[in-house]
Nanobody, 119 residues
């Protein structure tokens, strides 16, 4: 599975951005897709996840502001980010977990896209 993020950038507090992640490869084995972020000097943290069956999960600090979604073919993952705050500044990574009866569970990461929110 290959992942390529886009859509990051510089935005003022209160603004919006939409991140995209182009997914290619063994899409049929995808179990879960998600977004993580990593701020300077901090560990990578879960932002939002979306399972193959459509169940979503968000970190508390983004609930009501961010929305994770995907297209039906599971070839693109999105993260709509509204009401952005300076503390949302981080590198955002796309994540996919696959589950295959032959090789088991595997995890894939994109290269990351920078989101900077100015106050």
């Amino acid at each position: 599975v290959q992942l390529v993020e886009s859509g990051g950038g510089l935005v003022q507090a209160g603004g919006s951005l939409r991140l995209s992640c182009a997914v290619s490869g063994s899409i049929v084995s995808i179990y879960s897709m998600g977004w993580y972020h990593q701020a300077p000097g901090k560990q990578r943290e879960l932002v939002a996840t979306l399972t193959r069956s459509g169940i979503t999960n968000y970190r508390d600090s983004v609930k009501g502001r961010f929305t994770i979604s995907r297209n039906n073919a599971m070839t693109t993952l999105y993260l709509q980010m509204n009401s952005l705050k300076p503390e949302d500044t981080a590198v955002y990574y796309c994540n996919v977990i696959t589950n295959d009866v032959r090789v088991g569970t595997s995890e894939y990461w994109g290269q990351g896209t920078q989101v900077t929110v100015s106050s």
